[in-house]
């Protein structure tokens, strides 16, 4: 939507209709996004975590990593959210990438509300290998697809 | 790409082009080649009516968005797509199989599946029964594949989730742009809600050798709180 849009509704008649016409009219030929939008997700500050894999769920609509990450003598349980198996193939990851106790470090979009949960942006495994959030169009800071989420249809 | 000899007919045959394949969707943003890449989508232009409520909604998105609360989605619970935003989702792909009588298109992202019945009538709008995928028949048009979808009921989230009537009518060529382009051009006409029929293309490059994946949605961690906030469920 563009800037300003959110007063179009007040206008009637045919100026509403031109307005409409401008905001869609440039959005041809890009994919929808797949599942659910990213929003929740604070993209613009990415934290780093390091810890334990509990479990990874090689799973649709998502793949996600169990993370146990101590902070001293506290542990904070963590869920990391991946694209789909689909996506992340074409990006190097398997579905026996990781394994419980395998050690990781992941830099990951936090909750915007504070839970311990995110969206990975790459990871760092215990094999020193760096894989991101998918290939070239996949999800996640880094990865994203070419058109912002507001000019996907 | 020329890869069938099709009977036309009793005696003869023609050359006929083949969309046969795995593909995948791709965008006119960056780095698209522009003599492949589809061209702009022709204007959204809703009844008074319908664009006033769809203008409002879509602003009201926006500003959820913005503020780090998507709105809900019908995907988001694991809802298959339909016809037609089902045809390019993100980068998974689309499988297109053709047998006699029949072209079956596959999408990987919710394994969905619509069959072309090929030569045959439409079927009366009133006859067939509402839902993803409509009642798809099709035929060869020159290097053309033209299908022609009725039945989408009137829950399946339109083109850029637009409104849409059980009047719905979706239009699509496909054609092969070169032997491993392939363009959609989709042609959306409502006599009920638009002004006038959309029109837009998808384009694909093909995926030799692609195995298609299966997705069955069944983790799927995001839920709609109390408050009507897309959340991610925790503590597995």
Not at chain 1, 73 to 99: D, Q, Y
Request: charged fraction near 20%.
């Amino acid at each position: 939507m563009a800037p300003g849009m959110n007063k179009m509704p007040r206008v009637h008649g045919g100026l509403l209709r031109v307005a409409l016409v401008a905001a869609l009219a440039s959005s041809g030929g890009t994919p929808a996004r797949a599942h659910h939008s990213f929003a929740m997700f604070d993209t613009a500050r990415p934290i780093t975590i390091s810890g334990v894999v509990t479990a990874f769920e090689w799973t649709n609509p998502h793949v996600y990593i169990e993370l146990d990450v101590a902070e001293g003598a506290k542990v904070t349980h963590w869920a990391i959210e991946l694209g789909s198996p689909s996506i992340l193939m074409r990006g190097g990851w398997k579905f026996n990438t990781l394994k419980k106790g395998d050690t990781i470090t992941a830099l990951v979009s936090p909750l915007r509300n504070g839970e311990p949960g995110s969206l990975l942006n790459r990871v760092t495994l215990a094999d020193g290998r760096v894989l991101g959030n998918g290939g070239p169009a996949g999800i996640g800071p880094g990865t994203s697809t070419s058109t912002p989420p507001s000019q996907q249809r | 790409m020329i890869c069938a000899l099709a009977p036309d007919v009793v005696g003869q045959t023609t050359p006929r082009p083949s969309v046969a394949g795995v593909w995948v969707p791709f965008g006119a943003g960056r780095g698209a080649d522009p003599a492949v890449a589809p061209p702009p989508a022709g204007p959204v232009a809703l009844k008074p009516a319908y664009a006033k409520e769809y203008l409002a909604q879509r602003a009201a998105d926006a500003e959820a968005t913005k503020r780090g609360e998507p709105p809900p989605s019908a995907a988001m619970g694991c809802v298959p797509y339909g016809m037609p935003r089902m045809m390019a989702i993100a980068s998974y792909p689309v499988e297109i199989l053709e047998t006699p009588g029949q072209i079956t298109i596959i999408t990987e992202a919710f394994s969905e599946v619509r069959r072309v019945f090929m030569d045959q009538p439409q079927l009366p709008m009133d006859e067939v029964p509402p839902g993803y995928y409509g009642h798809s028949v099709g035929r060869w048009q020159g290097d053309s594949l033209v299908v022609d979808t009725v039945g989408i009921k009137e829950s399946v989230p339109g083109y850029q989730n637009t409104p849409h009537s059980d009047r719905m009518r979706i239009t699509e060529r496909l054609r092969l742009i070169t032997p491993d382009v392939l363009h959609d051009q989709i042609t959306i006409d409502d006599p009920v809600v638009l002004e006038k029929p959309i029109v837009y293309t998808l384009a694909y490059r093909r995926m030799p050798d692609y195995k298609m994946v299966e997705f069955v949605c069944d983790n799927n961690r995001e839920y709609v709180d109390e408050r009507g906030r897309v959340r991610m469920r925790l503590g597995r």
